[in-house]
Each structure stands twice: as C-alpha cells, then as structure tokens.
Nanobody, 114 residues
Framework: QVQLVESGGGLVQPGGSLRLSCAVSGSMFSIYDMDWYRQAPGKQRELVAGITKRGSTNYADSVKGRFTISRDNAKKMVYLQMNSLKPEDTAVYYC????????WGQGTQVTVSS
C-alpha cells in the first residue's frame, strides 16, 4: 500500500486556475502510473487525467485543453494544473496509484463558484 496526500484545492471563480499536488509515500514512485480522479456530490468518482511512469498522459474529454497532469519523480509528487475552471469542475479531487487501486487519500475540495 501507499499513502497519498492531496493539497491545493480551494474556492475559485469561473475562469480561474488552481494547481493540485499529491505527495506519494514509498521509494517506488518513479515506476507508478498515476491518476487524478474527482467526485462531485451525488455522482460517482470519475477519472480526470492520468500519467504513466514514462510521462504519457491521457485526459477525460471534459477537461482536455484545460487541465495538465505532470509528475516530479525526484520529489515523489504528481500535479494537476487546472485552468479555465468551470462550475461543473466542482468536486473532491483524489490522486491514485494504478498499482494500488484500494489506496486513496483524503482528497482536496475544489469549488468553482462566483
């Protein structure tokens, strides 16, 4: 198992930006494929973006062109840069390690509202 700690959420106006961070425990971070998920009230958790150990990325259609996932293997961190935020991006955001699908952090709340 791994420990995941997300941070960087907050309240932002529509059109604004936030950068989420996720710290991952353990020494094997560089070989992990990583994902960001989100869960809005009353909805199922959904995959937002992913990045492989080699740096290949994928995005949900709803965030393509607005969100960017990145990683820093030396710091054992994964990031989600979110631009042009919309009210429908409001959710709790979680990072995840694909090799440990049952390990979740506490998440970080993102609220997009005027």
């Amino acid at each position: 198992q791994v420990q995941l700690v997300e941070s960087g959420g907050g309240l932002v106006q529509p059109g604004g930006s936030l950068r989420l961070s996720c710290a991952v425990s353990g020494s094997m971070f560089s070989i992990y494929d990583m994902d960001w998920y989100r869960q809005a009230p009353g909805k199922q958790r959904e995959l937002v973006a992913g990045i492989t150990k080699r740096g290949s990325t994928n995005y949900a259609d709803s965030v393509k062109g607005r969100f960017t996932i990145s990683r820093d293997n030396a710091k054992k961190m994964v990031y989600l840069q979110m631009n042009s935020l919309k009210p429908e991006d409001t959710a709790v955001y979680y990072c995840a390690v694909r090799a440990f699908p049952d390990s979740w952090g506490q998440g970080t709340q993102v609220t997009v509202s005027s």
